[in-house]
């Protein structure tokens, strides 16, 4: 962990921007967060799961300066405009929102789905992406600089092997991104999303190898993804190296999304 210790004193925590994360305690927002701190910003780790989002924090800084968690429930407007109440309230700032809470229920043909599955899904992938942009956007506006990285998934794009109440929501995030881009396009605040393929995590262990490889080839690189290479897309959109993009949604699905 020296490199975050390294990266926290390059810079004096007035000038560090300040990164949250919805859905940090999982995989990919680990990932995230973790590259965010090596980049020198102060993150937000931002979950449902309380302890989980607890021990990471501490992780990535036990003395809490440069990492602080939040509970949050992104369905709730509320609770999110209480997490971005309390962010300010901690570092005076809000630069990176990543909207990366999501799940996906309901592993049934349409007319099979349950009606909750197809509710939940859409408030907590879709819902809960406009949730975060209407807290933070605020902040942003009146600073004049901001990003937001929305996570949608190549189900967005091509449908096929996912639930539909998945692939809706995260078709409505693009068409969410690309709106609230053209919004804000003139005040200094970047608004981009990215659509990963089958990423690896832990929730790959239970299936039988026939399963994962039959995910495998549906990219044409031969394999899955990892965490960290979707953190280095969202640490590049959130970075002042990102200046001229927005409204924009990057692949990162191992050809996928062309095959």
């Known amino acids: 962990m020296a490199w ?27 990932a995230m967060c973790e590259r965010f701190v090596q980049d020198g910003h102060r993150v937000v780790v931002a979950d449902l799961a309380t302890d989980r989002a607890e021990a990471l924090a501490h992780r990535l800084d036990p003395s809490g300066d440069g990492a602080m968690a939040v509970t949050v ?7 999110v405009e209480a997490m971005v109440a309390a962010v300010l309230g901690w570092a005076g700032r809000v630069d990176i929102l990543v909207n990366n809470a999501g799940i996906s229920e309901g592993h049934v043909a349409t007319w099979e789905m349950p009606l909750e599955a197809w509710r939940r899904t859409i408030d907590v992938d879709l819902t809960g992406v406009f949730h975060g942009c209407r807290a933070v956007l605020p902040t942003m506006l009146e600073r004049g600089w901001g990003r937001i990285i929305n996570i949608s998934s190549i189900a967005g794009k091509e ?3 996912n639930p539909v109440a998945y692939a809706a929501a995260k078709a409505g995030v693009i068409g969410l ?28 262990a239970g299936l039988s190898e026939a399963e994962i490889d039959a995910v495998r080839r549906r990219h044409p690189v031969g394999r899955l993804g990892r965490p960290d290479e979707v953190a280095a897309m969202v640490a590049w959109l959130a970075s002042d190296e990102s200046s001229f993009s927005t409204g924009a949604v990057f692949d990162i699905s191992g050809g996928r999304a062309g095959h």
């Open 73 to 79: 429930d992104v369905t709730d407007y509320a609770s």
């Open 177 to 204: 991104t690309k709106a609230v881009a053209f919004e804000v396009a003139e005040r200094g605040i970047l608004v981009n999303a990215i659509t990963p393929g089958s990423i690896w995590t832990h929730n790959w």
């Open 4 to 30: 975050v210790t390294e990266a926290m004193e390059s810079r004096t925590p007035g000038d560090r921007r300040v990164a949250i994360v919805t859905g940090a305690a999982g995989a990919l927002g680990t």
């Open 159 to 161: 449908g096929k092997h």
